[in-house]
């Protein structure tokens, strides 16, 4: 007759567990890990898997690393946010909290907005011609711009009235941060842009539209998962503090990507011959079938 040996904690913070079978020797159980109570009981619940092993991953590494983020907007050139987007995103948030920085911040977001979306609009018109590049040129840094002026306040009221609590400066700020990152990618896919303009044939305009329509699409992505993220980092590291409200940040954005679809019907076509403005009311996607068909 077999007999039932008693488990015996291990000090190494597992538990071995003996089971008999009879006939046969005892068979061991894989160990399982404990975690310790608070006067070093063990209470039967399963450990953290120690970092760097297989399982899952810690979620808040990347808070980690922005805690560790340094900029500062006071030294250096405006443009030089564009670098802060990229490595410094955590002191980008803090500086947003506290307020430092905001007219620099300010100015330096909507530079980088212009000159991003000036090189970007002159290579979508040159699928035309090089009159059509200067024109577009010029409307891509309108649409971006105007669009966020004109859907500023109702960001401001709408976070507000979540319980955010954000001046208008901050609002705005929040708005130029999402836009620069966005630009930073339409900059990054210029070239692949470029080749296919050039490239394609001209009489075959809906290809081209789609890759526009795509590569904004993921622009605006990253550029509002940055102003996610901020919010997560506000809301971890400081406690009681919310800027945004995350509900609110995307039904705002799409009102804000179909005011910026409006207003580039409004100014002119970008990629197809047209003046720049001739004040002629149409709806946005009307114009886009139009040119569909073209």
């Known amino acids: 007759m077999s007999e039932q040996l008693p488990a015996v ?92 920085g905001a007219t620099r911040y300010l100015l330096g977001c909507a530079l980088l907005v ?11 018109g040159s699928f035309t011609g090089a009159e059509q590049a200067c024109w577009a040129a010029l409307k891509c840094p309108l649409v971006v711009l105007g669009s966020s002026a004109i859907c500023m306040p109702s960001f401001y009221v709408f976070q507000c009235l979540m319980g955010a609590r954000l001046s208008l400066i901050q609002a705005a700020q929040s708005i130029l941060f999402l836009c620069a990152a966005s630009a930073l990618i339409l900059l990054a896919c210029a070239p692949i842009v470029w080749f296919f303009s050039m490239s394609t044939q001209i ?66 076509p970008l990629m197809s011959d047209g003046a720049f403005f001739t004040g002629e009311r149409s709806f946005f996607v009307s114009a886009f079938l139009y040119t569909l068909k073209q």
């Open 9 to 100: 904690p291990s000090p190494s913070g597992f538990e071995p567990s003996v089971r008999a079978v009879s006939g046969s020797k005892p068979e061991a159980v894989p160990p399982r890990p404990y975690r310790s109570g608070a006067n070093g009981e063990e209470t039967g619940t399963p450990a953290s898997p120690v970092p760097g092993s297989p399982g899952r991953t810690n979620p808040t590494n990347w808070v980690q690393r922005w805690d560790n983020d340094e900029f500062e907007i006071n030294r250096g050139s405006l443009l030089g946010v564009g670098g802060a987007l990229l490595k410094n995103q955590g002191q980008l948030a803090r500086d947003l909290l506290h307020g430092h």
């Open 114 to 124: 212009a000159l991003s979306t000036i090189v970007y609009g002159a290579i979508v």
């Open 203 to 268: 009489g075959s305009p809906a290809f081209l539209m789609a890759l526009h329509l795509a590569v904004i699409a993921l622009a605006t992505f990253f550029g509002a998962r940055l102003l996610f993220r901020m919010h997560r980092y506000i809301v971890q590291r400081h406690r009681g503090e919310r800027l945004f409200d995350g509900r609110v940040l995307t039904a705002w954005l799409i009102m804000y990507l179909l005011v910026a679809a409006q207003l580039a019907c409004f100014l002119g």
